[in-house]
């Protein structure tokens, strides 16, 4: 079964810190793999989309790679704000079978000011 | 920010009365989805569709169906609501299956209460 998987479920870090987010994925077999930000009680908010042929992408502060191999994306976030408070979910979009993306259940971030 | 717009944003509604829901795009996107999100599970899919008249089961279809009779709209109806279909509704739409152009994109949700 194809799974997604983001560890930790939630994160606190003081403003001003650099931090990794981390999206697993089961299947090496990805078309692409799309990080959200959803602010509470909105939807999703884009904020980088990587396909299988690249490892990064970047925009302004944030950094997202990916590694097929070992499964794994990370998204960076550079000298964090108390504005980039949310929840953070990653989606991949799976080669096999029909198109349908298959989504982590998110890391609740806090920074504090 | 994509055209995408949800109607009603909020309903409640008893259990064994149908609803719908419907999403809006402004964009011509291609491929149109619906999600659910409850706590613990993340995002699920529903339903999509690949065209107009061209649609498909997602991981949790049951007790849901789906019409798409212009590319703009996407249809979302309960034929007759549960307690375990409370949630909250997504639409999200993308260009195509196949990059360049699979970046999804969400409309704002319907918080949908079954009583």
């Known amino acids: 079964k194809q799974e997604v998987t983001q560890i930790p479920a939630a994160l606190s870090v003081p403003e001003g810190e650099n931090l990794v987010l981390n999206c697993s994925f089961t299947?090496?077999?990805?078309?692409?793999l799309q990080w959200f930000r959803q602010d509470p009680g909105k939807g999703l908010t884009s904020l980088l989309l990587?396909?299988?042929?690249?490892r990064e992408q970047t925009s302004g502060r944030l950094n997202a790679s990916l590694d097929k191999s070992s499964g794994r994306s990370t998204l960076y976030i550079a000298a964090s704000q108390p504005g980039d408070s949310a929840t953070y979910l990653c989606a991949a979009l799976f080669t096999s079978g029909t198109y349908k993306y298959i989504f982590g259940t998110g890391t609740r971030l806090k920074v504090l000011a | 920010d994509a055209g995408i717009t949800q109607s009603p944003r909020h309903k409640v509604t008893e259990t064994g009365t149908p609803v719908t829901l419907r999403c809006h795009q402004t964009e011509n996107h291609r491929y149109m989805y619906w999600y659910r999100q409850d706590p613990g599970h993340g995002l699920r899919l529903i339903h999509y569709s690949y065209g107009v008249k061209d649609t498909d089961k997602g991981e949790v279809s049951d007790g849901y169906s789906v019409s798409r009779s212009k590319t703009e709209d996407f249809l979302l109806t309960l034929e007759s609501a549960t307690s375990s279909q409370t949630s909250v509704y997504f639409c999200?739409?993308?260009?195509?299956?196949?990059?360049?152009?699979?970046?999804?994109?969400f409309g704002p949700g319907t918080r949908l209460t079954v009583l």
């Open positions: 299947d090496s077999a990805i078309y692409n």
């Open positions: 999200a739409i993308s260009e195509a299956e196949k990059y360049p152009g699979n970046e999804q994109f």
């Open positions: 990587i396909q299988s042929s690249q």
